[in-house]
């Protein structure tokens, strides 16, 4: 066995491959089961957003890879799941949320210290929290990682989780810039979570402080959900992962994908490591949709990526390289999720110095909707399109060939396992509120 782990290795590496090493227990932290079957019902309960009618699993649901399936999600406002999600006639939304819905997978392996497409939340030992925020000075200590304090965010958004303004107090406290402190948007939620019987029960056998009698914070419920995606969408069982055992060797087709990889088309340079990814910050001329990351009172649609977290003019247009687990069944792909045709994005992406001239709108999956802000504001104004293109790096086309066997590799890193998650679907939450499945 260990003799056809070498032989393929020495087929990669003959192509001038660097094939990292396999994935084992010791690249994830410890979980505890208590706090991931409480967090499971968590992220599938409603009760988290403002008006009690989105769940975690809204944009984030294992029927479409731990993704929505769409290109913009949308959050308050929408009604249904998945690429079937449309506007609620009775409550339209304001605009489709920003960036596309990234997928779960392996976040709670040691590795990933850095999170959104921006990178906006980072671990940074120097700071009381060990955590680098938009909250900045407020942001509270206890969040047991970063993947607990980035599960928490979406329910701050009042177009993902938290509402429109003034429809709820989740919202109101959102809008009045009242997060942290008693009566803040967070301690609104601990209190409606620990008003449920069940969910205090679990609360107590999770953690023995609360069982001690200390009241339910919001930490405890982020830690939860975060304990449950890190055990539910741990994916190490692919094709790949099975041959970097030794337990076999990829197809023809896949293998020469996998030498092209890390080999001559250099996909590897960024996607790089165990999971596929440098976790740093590339411009790529990458399509840009939708209302942009603009304040409520900016007009524009642009959205500058990493830049607006650094204000560096040199990272313009920059986003997180995203790990490639399961990376054939995340679509739509990029940023703004402008892509619906995996093979489309890959050959714009070798060489996103073509520029954006041949980009097919009809690629977009995007519910129709009557917005304030034209979902192509950036693409039909020159300038903005010219700044986008300038910042990508020039680079190689790719074949229609070698587009289908980098796709054959890219599928050999799939874990049905994962993405059907391990824990699965709850048939019901403690609030009573409906589940989406």
């Not at 590795?111 to 700071?127: C, K, L, N, Q």
């Not at 419920?221 to 190490?236: C, G, P």
Request: with cysteine; hydrophobic share 40%.
């Amino acid at each position: 066995m260990r003799y056809i782990v070498l032989l393929t290795l020495w087929a990669a590496t003959s192509a001038g491959a660097e094939v990292p090493a396999a994935i084992t227990d010791a690249d994830y932290g410890p979980v505890s089961m208590d706090e991931a079957r409480l967090g499971r019902l968590l992220f599938y309960d409603p009760i988290l957003s403002g008006n009690r009618n989105i769940s975690c699993a809204t944009c984030h649901h294992p029927r479409f890879a731990t993704s929505d399936g769409l290109s913009l999600g949308l959050g308050e406002g929408g009604i249904g799941l998945g690429p079937e999600r449309k506007p609620d006639p009775a409550n339209l939304p304001e605009q489709r949320i920003p960036r596309n819905a990234p997928a779960l997978f392996n976040l709670g392996a040691h590795e990933f210290t850095v999170m959104f497409h921006d990178g906006r939340i980072e671990v940074d030992p120097s700071r009381p929290s060990g955590l680098r925020t938009p909250l900045e000075d407020e942001m509270v200590a206890g969040f047991a990682s970063i993947l607990s304090a980035q599960t928490m965010f979406p329910v701050l958004s009042p177009d993902e989780m938290a509402g429109h303004y003034q429809e709820n107090d989740v919202s109101t406290a959102v809008r009045e810039g009242i997060i942290t402190p008693p009566g803040g948007a967070w301690d609104i939620l601990s209190k409606r979570v620990a008003a449920i019987p069940a969910y205090r029960d679990m609360f107590s056998a999770a953690y023995p402080e609360i069982a001690g009698g200390r009241p339910v914070g919001f930490t405890d419920i982020s830690n939860a959900i975060a304990a449950f995606v890190a055990f539910e969408w741990r994916s190490d069982n692919s094709p790949f992962d099975v041959m970097q055992r030794g337990g076999g060797t990829l197809a023809p087709e896949a293998q020469a994908g996998m030498d092209l990889f890390f080999g001559k088309a250099a996909c590897s340079g960024c996607h790089s490591g165990k999971f596929q990814t440098d976790h740093g910050f590339h411009a790529m001329g990458e399509p840009q949709l939708g209302p942009g990351k603009a304040e409520r009172f900016e007009r524009h649609s642009r959205d500058v990526g990493r830049m607006r977290v650094t204000n560096r003019p040199e990272d313009a247009f920059a986003f997180r390289t995203p790990s490639l687990r399961n990376v054939t069944a995340t679509g739509p792909w990029g940023h703004a999720g402008a892509w619906s045709d995996l093979a489309a994005f890959l050959h714009h992406h070798a060489d996103p110095s073509v520029g954006l001239s041949g980009y097919d709108r009809a690629l977009a999956l995007l519910p129709a909707i009557d917005l304030a802000k034209s979902d192509w504001a950036i693409l039909d104004a020159p300038d903005e399109v010219h700044a986008i293109e300038a910042a990508a790096p020039p680079g190689r086309p790719l074949s229609q060939v070698e587009v289908r066997q980098l796709i054959a590799f890219l599928d050999s890193l799939r874990d049905r396992a994962a993405i059907d998650g391990r824990l699965g679907v709850p048939e019901a939450v403690p609030s009573g509120l409906p589940v989406e499945r």
